[in-house]
């Protein structure tokens, strides 16, 4: 018996979504947009024999979660493959867990009216259908392939199953804190035979740049849940920051449940992302700080506007630079010695700008300054910011008249 797999409406579905019936040698391109719709549906061809495919050469179409990877379009036999292909990523990390074998899995055309099961493990259309599919043909589109397929519209407000989109957010957040928490989303010994490589290296490696890096930020966006045979995917855009390195791409989990009933991931893969993808993912990145920067920032000009040094002192890194002085201890004892002749009365903020700095951001704003004795100033001041284990600290602050 093969995958009898159920795709139901919710609020971390795909927009575009392929699904293949094995059993009714139909491929259906689905939609949601509130609520899950068949948009298209073609007849198709899969492999020769049934069943899932566990052995290469076995002519059997795989059943799982896939993704398209690469687009084909010359080169082909145009009788077997039409004009067009896309290819798949079988063995993905959870068929390579179950010891599964080959390659060469592909939804592509075909040069003449296509009959059940006549592949050797393609999904193959007829290329009228494959030219009518193509303009929603799209690199990392989600592939569900199963014995038989059923759905409903669903609610595309219902939340994610298995709470799935909340536990990303916790990975992500437990991997920007640099916590041994970030471990135990994994099933260590799943993970080294899906990925080829042991989890005592993957671990080896967090942990040197956890002791190594000052900060990490990682932001998991735009999470998708999709239902596999007996695991669930998770395909997420991330965006990955840290002193040296920047980088934006799609991250996809493979999690399944363990006995004690908590999901863990037991396979990745990771595909960088191309450049607009990079600086879709660095504006929303930099929208997010500068929400969190306007807190911040109000809150230090709040201290320092009560005179309270103790909890202006906290807004700034231990090593800190102030116009010259070095150091959090240094910054305290110049405060002390103006606020005791001039405290300070009122400190107000306007044109504010915040931008990304190899340290962490930059915050630029006007600054108007005023203390007893009718003292008052006008400057630019430029800050910049570092998100440290705990939480934004000023590593630099700069002042310059206006």
């Excluded at 002519?59 to 690469?70: D, I, K, N, Q, S």
């Excluded at 002749?341 to 930059?362: A, C, E, T, Y």
Aim: aromatic share 12%.
């Amino acid at each position: 018996m093969g995958w009898d797999a159920h795709i139901s409406g919710h609020s971390a579905g795909p927009p575009l979504l392929i699904g293949v019936s094995k059993k009714n040698q139909h491929l259906y391109l689905f939609q949601q947009r509130s609520p899950l719709a068949v948009k298209q549906s073609f007849v198709c061809t899969t492999g020769e024999m049934t069943g899932d495919k566990f052995i290469e050469g076995d002519l059997r179409t795989p059943e799982g979660v896939y993704f398209t990877e690469r687009r084909l379009d010359s080169g082909l036999d145009p009788d077997l493959y039409g004009k067009l292909a896309y290819t798949l990523n079988f063995p993905n990390p959870v068929d390579r867990l179950k010891g599964k074998t080959g390659s060469g899995i592909w939804i592509h055309g075909r040069g003449h009216a296509v009959t059940p099961r006549e592949t050797k493990g393609c999904v193959a259309l007829y290329n009228p259908d494959m030219s009518r599919l193509e303009n929603d043909l799209d690199i990392g589109l989600p592939v569900i392939i199963a014995e038989d397929l059923e759905w409903n519209s669903g609610d595309s407000n219902a939340p994610a199953p298995e709470n799935l989109e909340v536990l990303v957010k916790q990975w992500a957040l437990a991997w920007q804190a640099q916590s041994d928490k970030f471990f135990d989303f994994y099933d260590s010994e799943k993970f080294t035979k899906a990925q080829g490589t042991t989890f005592a290296a993957f671990r080896q490696h967090k942990e040197s740049l956890f002791h190594h890096l000052d900060w990490i930020q990682v932001a998991a966006n735009d999470v998708i849940v999709l239902p596999g045979p007996d695991y669930w995917v998770t395909v997420f855009s991330q965006y990955y920051r840290s002193p040296n390195l920047t980088s934006a791409g799609v991250k996809r989990l493979y999690w399944q449940k363990e006995a004690d009933g908590a999901l863990r991931i037991v396979g990745k893969e990771f595909l960088e992302g191309d450049a607009a993808l990079a600086q879709k993912l660095e504006k929303e990145y930099l929208q997010r700080v500068t929400t969190e920067m306007n807190g911040f920032v109000d809150a230090w000009r709040s201290s320092w506007e009560r005179g309270d040094l103790d909890a202006y002192a906290q807004y700034y890194d231990k090593n800190a630079n102030q116009g010259g002085r070095r150091g959090v201890e240094a910054i305290r004892e110049h405060k002390q010695v103006v606020w005791r002749d001039q405290p300070p009365q009122r400190i107000s903020i306007k044109d504010m700008n915040v931008s990304l700095d190899p340290r962490g951001v930059q915050i630029r704003f006007k600054q108007k300054y005023e203390a007893a004795g009718n003292y008052s100033d006008l400057g630019l001041k430029t800050l910049v910011v570092a998100p440290t284990k705990k939480g934004w600290r000023i590593l630099s602050e700069d002042w310059r008249v206006l």
